[in-house]
Structures are given as structure tokens and as C-alpha cells.
């Protein structure tokens, strides 16, 4: 016949240490780490293509002279990027050329503010620096816009 066995409460096991991580948890991190470093790469792409763009625009502006050889190199610009979401608008003349610059913007800035200044500031002399600066601003903004596809 066999002995009796004796049998002993069982103890709970010592709990195992936070670190060294487990694998899954340092793949989980990799992970975090590849997803915040693509994001970061996309965010600064689309930084410097911005500021080249923009880079590019006060260049023209500033390579003008007078103020009105500054808006015509705006109206220039903005008929260029124009193209790229407007086929065929940088044909366009007067009025009808201030509604599709106004076209998607929160405020009529061209067709009833500074920027009506396009329509024949290019052409005149009596330009002031001040009416150049204001279209400056608005036409800088559009011409982002349409640079980035907007």
C-alpha cells in the first residue's frame, strides 16, 4: 500500500518585475514611435513646401520696382496658380477674373476690397505703396491657397 500524501496550502508566486518589458510592449512602442516620426516627416514636408511657396511669391513681389510693377507681378503669379484649380482662368479679364479670385474666400476681398486693385493697378502709375501692401496680404494668402491645392 502506498504512503498518504500530504497536501500543503499553495503559495501565490512571486509577481514578475515591469521591467524588462515583454516583447508585445516593445513592439507597441516601436510602433508609437514609426507612427509620431511619420507624422513629424509629413508636418515638416508640409512646412518647408509652404514656405517655399511663399518664398517664391515675395521674391517676385519684392524683385518689383515700383508698386505697380508689384501688382503686376501678383496678378502674374495669381493667374499661374490660378491654372491649377481653374482651367482656363487666367484668360479671364475684369470682373470675371475678381469672382474667381473671390471664389472660396471667407469675404469679397477682391471684387469689393483691396484687391480690386488687380483689375488695372498693374497698368497705373499713380500706385501707392500702401494699396500694394494691402494687396499684398490677401493676394499672398489666395495664392497659397491655390499653390496647395485648395
Known amino acids: 500500500m502506498t504512503a498518504p500524501l500530504t497536501l500543503r496550502d499553495v503559495h501565490a508566486g512571486i509577481a514578475p518585475a515591469w521591467w524588462p518589458l515583454a516583447p508585445g510592449w516593445w513592439m507597441v512602442l516601436a510602433v508609437i514611435l514609426a507612427v509620431a516620426g ?27 520696382v515700383s508698386p505697380s510693377q508689384q501688382v503686376a507681378a501678383m496678378s502674374e503669379l495669381l493667374r499661374r496658380a490660378a491654372r491649377r484649380t481653374h482651367p482656363g482662368a487666367d484668360t479671364l479679364e475684369g470682373d470675371a477674373w475678381l469672382r474667381v479670385l473671390d471664389d472660396g474666400m471667407p469675404r469679397l476681398e477682391f471684387s469689393e476690397g483691396a484687391g480690386a486693385l488687380l483689375r488695372d493697378g ?29
Open 122 to 150: 498693374g497698368y497705373r502709375a499713380d500706385v501707392t505703396t500702401m494699396q500694394a501692401s494691402a494687396l499684398r496680404a490677401i493676394a499672398r494668402r489666395r495664392y497659397l491657397l491655390w499653390m496647395q491645392g485648395k
Open 38 to 64: 511619420v507624422g513629424a516627416w509629413v508636418a515638416a514636408r508640409r512646412r518647408r513646401k509652404r514656405d517655399a511657396i511663399l518664398r517664391l511669391f515675395d521674391d517676385a513681389v519684392e524683385g518689383a
